[in-house]
């Protein structure tokens, strides 16, 4: 069975205090990570996916990298409105077209001005 | 650029009704997924579709059911609704993966109440 765990649950970081967000998977053949960013009673707004080991993708003040066992997101010089819920989530490689995404819990990020 | 559409956004229902959520995917999406998320959860895959056939099932209870029309739209339906039913309803589209990069866009989701 698939598995995505996060941590930490929770992180409050001062405006300009960067960290690092983790997520660590089991899966059966990873098709691909994805990470979403999700405000308070909305949807899931894709930010980045990686399909291999050793890739990084940048956006903003964000960049994720991918390991075989695990991910991150860095979080550089955080803003107030950088303040969310990410979601971390993972694809398998199954076969047909049955791509479902299992996510982990979620990080809540708060950053203070 | 157009998002996936679902209405209603908010629905109140009491026990044992019925409920139906309707989903619009981005444009050329041919790959509609659909997913529960509780208070304080992650979301939970509840079934997809791939060119209206019925591709993957999850965690779905048996008192819903769900399809996909010709125009791609979907819409879930729920019976006999019971008071842990209450959650977001989000619906996720995409390119098939095989043609695609895999990536789901989510719709803003719709409210269930159970009362």
């Known amino acids: 069975e698939d598995q995505v765990t996060q941590s930490p649950e929770a992180l409050r970081l001062q405006e300009g205090e960067s960290s690092s967000l983790n997520c660590s998977y089991t899966v059966s053949g990873l098709r691909g990570l994805f990470w979403y960013r999700q405000d308070p009673g909305k949807g899931p707004e894709f930010l980045f996916t990686l399909y291999s080991a050793g890739e990084e993708k940048e956006k903003e003040r964000l960049k994720a990298t991918l390991t075989k066992k695990e991910s991150f997101l860095h979080i550089t010089a955080p803003k107030p409105e950088d303040s969310a819920t990410y979601l971390c989530a993972v694809q398998a490689e199954s076969g047909g077209s049955n791509y479902k995404l299992t996510f982990g819990k979620g990080t809540l990020l708060t950053v203070n001005p | 650029a157009a998002g996936v559409i679902q209405s209603p956004r908010h629905l109140i229902k009491e026990k044992r009704e019925t409920a139906t959520l309707k989903c619009y995917p981005i444009?050329?999406?041919?790959?509609v997924y659909w997913y529960q998320q509780g208070p304080g959860q992650d979301p939970q895959f509840l079934i997809s579709f791939y060119e209206k056939m019925q591709s993957d099932k999850g965690s779905i209870p048996d008192r819903f059911s769900a399809q996909q029309f010709s125009d791609y739209h979907s819409e879930l339906n729920m019976s006999s609704l019971e008071l842990g039913d209450s959650a977001l309803y989000f619906c996720?589209?995409?390119?098939?993966?095989?043609?695609?990069?895999?990536?789901?866009?989510f719709g803003p989701g719709t409210r269930l109440t159970v009362t």
């Open positions: 996720a589209s995409s390119l098939e993966a095989g043609q695609g990069s895999g990536e789901q866009y």
């Open positions: 444009p050329r999406h041919d790959t």
